[in-house]
């Protein structure tokens, strides 16, 4: 008797992030880069949760709608400091700023998920879903904000910071999913899979 693996719809993830882009690969997918148009200015920004879902669900609902046949995965993560959502930095200046209010105190890394599947052309079944993570800084001087900023890496990261990169050392702990300040919870996103027939690691054999 032959083996044979479930057959999957193709996988799409709508996202340019390279980072997202290499944890979607852990969990042994097959997987194609669409990145969305959407434009995520026009969600209201409170609450997090709220923003993260719909900007999510903006991203694969665009990238979908073009597809006849796909599992299509958003995503969007942003940090939250008080009552404030901090993005990407415009600059040198304001990732110093950003990175001043982060020091010596605890801020929450939300992320928004939505899985669309999608079957002749039209959307069968749609998961939203988010996951947050609190992050613990440790207090940072002057010498070291400006030592990190110099580096290039807080320009283009949510919170002016990478958890996975030189960032590393600015985290002093965390409570929740790692995966998830990275920007992809991917404990949370196999299980969305799973829900809509996509087996765990990317092959589930029957006997034929």
Same mark, same amino acid.
Request: net charge negative; charged share 25%.
């Given at each position: 008797?032959?083996?044979?693996?479930?057959?999957?719809? *193709?996988?799409?993830?709508?996202?340019?992030?390279? +980072? =997202?882009?290499?944890?979607?690969?852990?969990? @042994?997918?097959?997987? %194609?880069? /669409? *990145?969305?148009?959407?434009?995520?200015?026009?969600?209201?920004?409170?609450?997090?949760?709220?923003?993260?879902? %719909?900007?999510?669900?903006?991203?694969?609902?665009? /990238?979908?709608?073009?597809?006849? #046949?796909?599992?299509?995965?958003?995503?969007?993560?942003?940090?939250?400091?008080?009552?404030? !959502?901090?993005?990407?930095?415009?600059?040198? %200046?304001?990732?110093?700023?950003?990175?001043?209010?982060?020091? @010596?105190?605890?801020?929450?890394?939300?992320?928004?998920?939505? /899985?669309?599947? =999608?079957?002749?052309?039209?959307?069968?079944?749609?998961?939203?879903?988010?996951?947050?993570?609190?992050?613990?800084?440790?207090?940072?001087?002057?010498?070291? !904000?400006?030592?990190?900023?110099?580096?290039?890496?807080?320009?283009?990261?949510? @919170?002016?910071?990478? !958890? %996975? #990169?030189?960032?590393?050392?600015?985290?002093?702990? !965390?409570?929740?999913?790692?995966?998830?300040?990275?920007?992809?919870?991917?404990? =949370?996103?196999? =299980?969305?899979?799973?829900?809509?027939?996509?087996?765990?690691?990317?092959? +589930?054999?029957? #006997?034929?």
């Amino acid at each position: 008797m032959a083996a044979e693996k479930t057959r999957v719809p *193709p996988i799409v993830l709508a996202s340019a992030s390279p +980072r =997202r882009e290499e944890l979607l690969r852990l969990l @042994g997918l097959e997987f %194609q880069v /669409v *990145p969305s148009d959407f434009d995520e200015s026009a969600v209201a920004a409170w609450p997090p949760e709220g923003h993260v879902v %719909q900007s999510a669900s903006g991203k694969a609902q665009d /990238v979908a709608s073009g597809l006849d #046949e796909a599992i299509v995965i958003g995503a969007d993560t942003v940090v939250v400091v008080d009552d404030s !959502i901090l993005g990407k930095p415009t600059d040198d %200046q304001d990732a110093r700023r950003m990175l001043r209010v982060l020091s @010596g105190r605890s801020h929450y890394v939300f992320t928004g998920l939505c /899985v669309v599947k =999608r079957q002749g052309g039209r959307t069968i079944a749609c998961i939203e879903d988010y996951v947050r993570t609190e992050v613990c800084f440790g207090e940072l001087s002057d010498e070291v !904000i400006d030592a990190y900023v110099g580096t290039g890496e807080p320009l283009d990261k949510a @919170g002016a910071y990478g !958890i %996975q #990169e030189r960032g590393s050392v600015l985290v002093e702990g !965390i409570v929740g999913d790692y995966f998830n300040v990275v920007g992809l919870p991917v404990y =949370r996103l196999s =299980r969305m899979l799973m829900e809509l027939g996509v087996p765990l690691f990317g092959s +589930r054999e029957s #006997e034929t």
